[in-house]
């Protein structure tokens, strides 16, 4: 099982959003935006943020950092470690099943993540096989893009989405997130999209547009 930092709710926890961070980050990364999303303290939201895997990155020079899966290079829809993220997949899928364990349905479970970590995150929710909550993309792109139709999970085909990104972006192209969104929402799912002025990052005008999104969904 991943190492995590868990925030409880004050009460019982009826929801939980697992969130998945970038490259090189770890999973204190977006630890400090949980109270500035304003979620209602009686919905009773956990959150659960992993640790990615410790492992040498191809194209930062095989420095050895947290990452969900090894990137060759810049193309992000080419090469792709199969073997890595197929490990994260069962690991992001553990992390589910312990949610459900603790007696959170899944229809209450949100994937959310960031660049590497949102790529993964609608991975493993597009193709989970139990009806889950909702997914957030940010910074983010469709790992095997081509294979989704024949993989995707009929439990999540009207799974709701907040996908936003930079408009100034260096390192995940913008356009690669417009195509994301368009192509998800072409297969019929529910996207709420954003474009932010900003590089590969969050800002708070993003923050707010989560927090209001996510309230909607928890009630």
Known sequence: MLECVSIE????????????????????????????????????VRFVFPHAPVRPVTINAGMVMRAWYDISGINLRRDQDTQGIAASVKAI??????????????????????????????????????????????SSYLLFAEQLADQASAANAGIPMFIGHGSMDPVVPFP?????????????????????????SVCPEQIEHIGAWLRQLVG
Do not use: K
Not at 22 to 41: K, M, N, S, T, Y
Not at 106 to 133: D, E, T, W
Not at 180 to 189: E, F, I, N, Y
């Open 176 to 200: 690669l997130g417009e195509m994301t969104a368009r192509q998800l929402s072409q297969a019929g799912h529910p996207v709420e999209w954003h474009s932010y002025q900003m590089p590969h």
């Open 93 to 138: 899928e553990a992390l589910i099943e312990r949610e459900i364990q603790r007696g959170i349905d899944a229809s209450r479970i949100v994937l959310a993540g960031f660049s590497q970590g949102g790529a993964m995150a609608l991975h493993v929710g597009l193709r989970y096989p139990r009806q889950l909550a909702g997914i957030i993309a940010l």
């Open 9 to 44: 709710p004050s009460g019982s926890a009826n929801w939980a959003i697992i969130w998945l961070h970038g490259l090189g980050a770890d999973g204190h990364d977006f630890e400090p935006i949980v109270p500035q999303l304003r979620l209602p303290a009686d919905a009773g």
